[in-house]
């Protein structure tokens, strides 16, 4: 198995790829996605493609600094009735947005890429609908007391892997898809490409 590269600081994300075994090295990519999603976001590009045009992007980024090695790039985007959300940037932005989700359907689209020397090897987006029940500007108050800072840490102030699961009444799709990174298709293209074994 050779080592591959993950161009994301996502803590969840890592733990994925190596709780199946893989070798991964962590490198974060540095780009400034708000400057590659403006133009995309001007034009009316879907969320879904935005998010793989993320993912490639922030895989090409560290690419470049590692020739040779298949480069791992993953993106998340929250979609809401046609509105893109984004992580929050402290607490009060949180409690905002999560009083937006509640008792609400959202989108969350996961994209992942596959780069190596620059050039996209493969790449796909996977799509979970999730829907919030209802519930009191206190609870969210409470909520965000017991899950602390974490919640700047995802797009939608939650973490369904612990304590945010009790946030929602509904889930459609797949898990990884929620936690940011749609693993099932992934390991089959690392298979089929021979990284891992088959």
Known sequence: MTELVLASGSRIRADLLRNAGLDIRVVPST???????????????????????LADAKATDVSGNNPGVLVIGADQVLDIDGERLTKADDMEGARRQLLKLAGRQHALHSAVALIRDGQTVWNTVSTAYLTMRPFSP??????????????????GCYQLEGVGVQLFEKIEGDYFTILGLPLLPLLGELRRLGEIDA
């Open 31 to 53: 780009l400034d996605e708000r400057a590659v999603e403006a133009p995309l976001l001007e034009s009316g590009a879907e969320p879904a493609d935005i998010a793989t045009i």
């Open 138 to 155: 206190e609870f969210v108050g409470r909520y965000l007391a017991k899950i602390g800072d974490s919640a700047l840490s995802s797009v």
